[in-house]
């Protein structure tokens, strides 16, 4: 992180205020093209970028805990419609390759919220359960908080650079690359405090499940939020950091697999060649899952025993078919995903005005800048289904003793699936 942030602090000193102020354009005279442009002429984009995402995750997170049906059902169709509107309006700028994958994106949306649409029902019960659990803790709301603000402060560093990097002298090629790079970076870095986020939360909702079950935030000790927090970013941290790297990709690769596979019965080639990536992506998801915070969490264990661990509780009980069931996570990835693109459509029209050929650049970045702050107010519900699925698996009781209503009804779908599965498996026997 210190070197980063020397190399993010050099490239937007070079451009600020004065035109290559620390000399690094004699070093690619000759290859690279000449570009005036300066760090403060793109900084107050990502500023503003930085202040609309704040706004819309607070904003949403104020919602779904008022209007929590109503905006779950806004995140799941109305991403294809605003994919779709903004590929529109990249074809008609003539930006044929985002046009192009905005409507790949939209239709593949579209896809895999018309696979899932049965599984909606049961996924707004445990995401409305999920958020009852969190608006009961309003000192974990005050950490997701915090730790926006401490996601802002390196984005102010972040954006400082990467305005650097638009402005600077290099080609589109060499500029879109550093730009690529530093999105990773800033990628993981959102995704660390997210999880970090999610350890501190995930330890606090399995207390109360598992020592209270009744009133949350007049029932826990008063240190118990300082102890969580301190053993995230120290004893946990490593963990934290390592699963931060792959646990996103893996866990999107494996919503969209399981959604396209429900609906192909019918190819056996194509089943085939979508059941050969399912159970690839199946062995990476022992090893890597977002389950392996709770126990994180809960039994300070390492990140990849936790992610086995949790992953055969689930499948010795039968719960796994329930996880597999549920699309909660899916679902608040809409809405992250609808904030980024709210937030860089926002900039992306205001870069349009005043810098129309660095347009895609800016927007792009501001879009990520944008889906890591809206994920951090989503995670705090994420991680309470996570310990509401962990607490199932290892005591169902803790579950009924919290809302007898709610067990009663995970323990109706969850038969239901082990029926539904046992019968497919009995077709493809008598298939074969």
Not at 64 to 81: C, F, Q, R
Not at 369 to 378: A, D, H
Request: proline share 1%; glycine share 8%; hydrophobic share 50%.
């Amino acid at each position: 992180m210190i070197c980063l942030g020397f190399v993010l602090v050099v490239l937007g000193l070079n451009r600020f205020r004065i035109s290559d102020r620390l000399n690094i354009d004699r070093y690619t005279q000759g290859f690279l093209e000449n570009h005036k442009g300066l760090t403060e002429d793109y900084w107050p984009l990502y500023a503003v970028a930085g202040g609309i995402g704040v706004f819309i995750s607070w904003v949403w997170s104020l919602l779904l805990g008022s209007y929590a049906n109503e905006m779950m059902k806004v995140s799941v169709h109305i991403l294809t419609t605003y994919l779709a509107v903004v590929s529109v309006l990249c074809f008609w700028c003539r930006q044929f390759f985002w046009g192009g994958a905005f409507a790949v994106g939209a239709l593949l949306q579209f896809l895999y919220v018309i696979s899932v649409i049965d599984r909606l029902p049961f996924t707004m019960l445990v995401l409305r359960k999920a958020l009852k659990l969190v608006w009961g803790l309003p000192k974990v709301i005050m950490v997701a908080h915090a730790f926006t603000v401490v996601m802002l402060l390196w984005m102010s560093l972040w954006s400082f650079g990467a305005a650097g990097v638009v402005a600077s002298s290099m080609g589109d090629e060499g500029r879109w690359w550093l730009l690529v790079v530093l999105s990773v970076s800033l990628f993981w870095t959102g995704a660390v405090l997210c999880n970090t986020v999610h350890v501190i939360v995930s330890g606090m909702v399995f207390h109360v499940l598992f020592h209270c079950g009744q009133e949350e935030s007049s029932s826990l000790p008063p240190s118990s939020l300082i102890d969580s927090l301190r053993y995230a970013v120290t004893t946990s941290f490593g963990s934290i950091c390592y699963g931060s790297l792959f646990t996103a990709a893996i866990r999107t690769l494996r919503w969209e697999i399981r959604g396209f596979r429900s609906k192909i019965c019918g190819n056996e080639c194509l089943l085939c060649c979508v059941d050969f990536l399912f159970h690839l992506v199946e062995t990476l998801v022992r090893f890597f899952n977002k389950y392996a915070y709770v126990q994180i969490a809960v039994y300070g264990k390492g990140f990849n025993k936790s992610a086995r661990d949790a992953w055969e509780l689930f499948q010795s009980t039968g719960v796994e078919a329930l996880v597999a069931y549920d699309c909660s996570g899916a679902v608040l990835l809409m809405g992250t995903i609808f904030g980024g693109l709210i937030t860089g459509s926002c900039i992306g029209i205001w870069a349009w005005i005043k810098y129309s050929d660095r347009v895609i650049m800016v927007a792009s970045t501001a879009m990520l800048m944008g889906m890591v702050l809206v994920g951090l107010g989503m995670v705090v519900v994420e991680s309470a289904v996570t310990s509401i699925y962990i607490c199932f698996a290892e005591d169902p009781l803790l579950i009924q003793r919290w809302d007898a209503d709610f067990f009663t009804e995970m323990s109706e779908v969850l038969h239901r699936r082990l029926q539904h599965r046992s019968s497919r498996s009995r077709e493809v026997l008598t298939t074969a």
